[in-house]
């Protein structure tokens, strides 16, 4: 007999052992298609939050693998090995306590801090490569603390000083970045930022500088914001403001004038009548006034803050004759006389027309019932004792009422009346707009 042929009858296999080998063949294949990377989950990490490196694309098999702190394997830097086949895990040098390794090689840090940034590496037994080594960073910021605002000068003066204002305190890896009334600083010649954000700068303030100013601080982990800013602009006095506007007055009226300027803190007001000082108030008020009063009304504002003063002058006439300008614009469309008795006169019908009695110089407003504009009186020529003179209000508008005497008596609308000097009884317009009297 021959030998037995090496081409004799086939093995017959079981399915199920193709099956095995297969799955085995593909476990022990290294995969081909990526090097394993690693990832920081989350990427930017707080203090105190846990931390995990997770290994992408893993190779078909490896079976040992160790973690190091540093960018390279160094025994002594050694945190934890695994062993696949064992299933043992034991921890190297640099483990902490802190740190989990798992089976699919990721590694997770329990309570993170600011010590724990820095490269981590991986090294594991490739079955078909043999050693290799991917590196993963860990990114560890503080937790800030919540900022504040700093001002070297708390109470500065318009147009004068300057502020810094500082966000505090300072830390490592930090972004500043202000807001004024909720907007992002405007560009300007006035504000200066420095180098680092930290420091905003009003050269030259003014009363619209007070803010609020808002800092915040962020980091790749974290952001705060301050309490809110507010500045004490101190300044003025500006130009005080006299009232009532009027100048004319006549004699035995009670004169009261009031005095405004804008100022920080409020201002400190004194007054000078024809250059006498006066008390030294907010309201000035004389009673009873005579033409010896006439002149000129001082009035000065002061800041104590500031150190600065501004003054205003107005002019008082009082008369007990007439005043000039009937139809001037100062007088608002008033009307004034003189103290005089009332006179008879015979009115265009042929009937006298009696003013009521006598009065002291005063002023006859006109006025319409309804919202107007500004009126302005006409006056005719007319030559004393011999002429009659015609004043007209005019104001524009339809449905203008009767004006009145003084002590608010109502005359009576009747055109073409002719009445004495001492009152000017007016007429109504039948279509509104011009009111007509006759003086004699």
């Not at 017959?12 to 290294?30: E, R, Y």
């Not at 696949?84 to 640099?94: H, I």
């Not at 840090?109 to 043999?130: C, H, M, P």
């Not at 980091?219 to 602009?233: E, H, K």
Request: hydrophobic fraction near 30%; glycine fraction near 8%.
């Amino acid at each position: 007999m021959g030998a037995p042929s090496v081409h004799g009858c086939p093995v017959q296999v079981p399915w199920q052992g193709i099956l095995l080998a297969a799955s085995l063949l593909t476990f022990w294949t290294p995969s081909v298609t990526a090097k394993p990377t690693v990832e920081p989950e989350p990427p930017d990490a707080s203090e105190g939050q846990d931390v995990l490196l997770r290994v992408r694309d893993l190779p078909g098999y490896f079976g040992i693998y160790s973690w190091y702190k540093g960018g390279k394997a160094d025994n002594n830097q050694r945190i934890a090995s695994y062993n696949v086949a064992t299933l043992e895990f034991s921890n190297g040098p640099a483990h902490s306590g802190r740190e989990i390794m798992y089976p699919n090689m990721s590694l997770l840090f329990k309570n993170v801090t600011q010590a724990d940034t820095g490269e981590y590496t991986l090294r594991y037994l490739n079955i078909s490569r043999g050693l290799e080594e991917v590196t993963g960073q860990l990114r560890v910021y503080p937790v800030l603390p919540k900022p504040h605002i700093t001002s070297n000068n708390s109470d500065p003066v318009e147009h004068k000083d300057p502020v810094a204002l500082t966000c505090g305190p300072e830390t490592q890896d930090t972004t500043y970045l202000w807001s004024i009334r909720g907007q992002s600083p405007p560009d300007g010649a006035r504000l200066q930022l420095s180098p680092d954000n930290r420091t905003l700068t009003l050269l030259r303030v003014t009363r619209n500088d007070t803010g609020p100013y808002v800092c915040e601080t962020r980091n790749p982990a974290s952001a705060q914001r301050s309490d809110p800013l507010a500045l004490n602009v101190l300044y003025g006095p500006d130009t005080p403001t006299i009232s009532p506007s009027r100048n004319y007055y006549s004699t035995g009226a009670n004169l009261s004038l009031s005095c405004l300027a804008a100022s920080h803190p409020p201002a400190q007001y004194s007054w000078l009548v024809n250059g006498r000082p006066q008390q030294a108030s907010q309201e000035l008020s004389i009673p009873h006034i005579a033409e010896s009063d006439s002149g000129a009304y001082t009035c000065l504002a002061h800041n104590k803050a500031t150190g600065l003063s501004s003054t205003t002058v107005k002019n008082i006439t009082v008369s007990g004759e007439w005043l000039p300008g009937p139809s001037a614009p100062s007088l608002g469309g008033a009307w004034w006389f003189r103290k005089e008795p009332a006179r008879r006169a015979e009115s265009r019908e042929g009937r006298e027309a009696q003013a009521p009695g006598p009065f002291s110089v005063s002023h006859l407003p006109c006025f319409s019932t309804n919202p107007v504009a500004l009126p302005s009186i006409q006056a005719s020529n007319a030559t004393e004792h011999k002429d009659p003179m015609v004043l007209t209000c005019v104001t524009g508008d339809p449905g203008i009422s009767t004006p009145r005497l003084p002590n608010n008596q109502r005359l009576r609308s009747q055109t073409g009346r002719r009445c004495p000097r001492t009152a000017t009884p007016l007429s109504s317009a039948p279509s509104g707009g011009r009111i007509q009297g006759v003086s004699v």
